[in-house]
């Protein structure tokens, strides 16, 4: 029943910047790890960014320099920076959560947040 609601896309010129936002409906304990997704059209679903309990993050080699993933514990959020933006960063992006309760690892994606960059 947790669920996770992105915000922060939109329409972007090459070279620009957004920062996307998940939440999450209730706090979510146990955390083990977040992260971004995306898909674009056309393309496979591609795994951008990590971030764990400890704070280690992970990036993509695509993204790699221009990316960044926050945590904020406080506000039970997770940030994607995206700077730099390019013609090849269009794409739907989603939110992951992973915690671990009592009964095991649970898993929880968000529906999306878009974001357009014109050639």
């Known amino acids: 029943q947790v669920q996770l609601v992105e915000s922060g896309g939109g329409l972007v010129q090459p070279g620009g910047s957004l920062r996307l936002s998940c939440a999450a409906s209730t706090s979510i304990y146990s955390f083990y790890s977040g992260g971004w997704s995306r898909r674009g059209p056309g393309k496979p679903r591609e795994l951008v960014a990590t971030?764990?309990?400890?704070?280690?993050?992970s990036y993509a080699d695509s993204v790699k320099g221009r990316f960044t993933i926050s945590r904020d514990n406080g506000k039970n959020m997770v940030y994607l920076q995206l700077d730099s933006l390019q013609p090849e960063d269009p794409a739907l992006y989603s939110c992951?959560?992973?915690?671990?309760?009592?009964?095991?690892?649970?898993?929880?994606w968000g529906q999306g947040t878009p974001v357009t960059v014109p050639s």
């Open positions: 971030i764990t309990d400890t704070g280690s993050a």
């Open positions: 992951t959560y992973q915690f671990v309760p009592p009964s095991g690892l649970q898993t929880v």
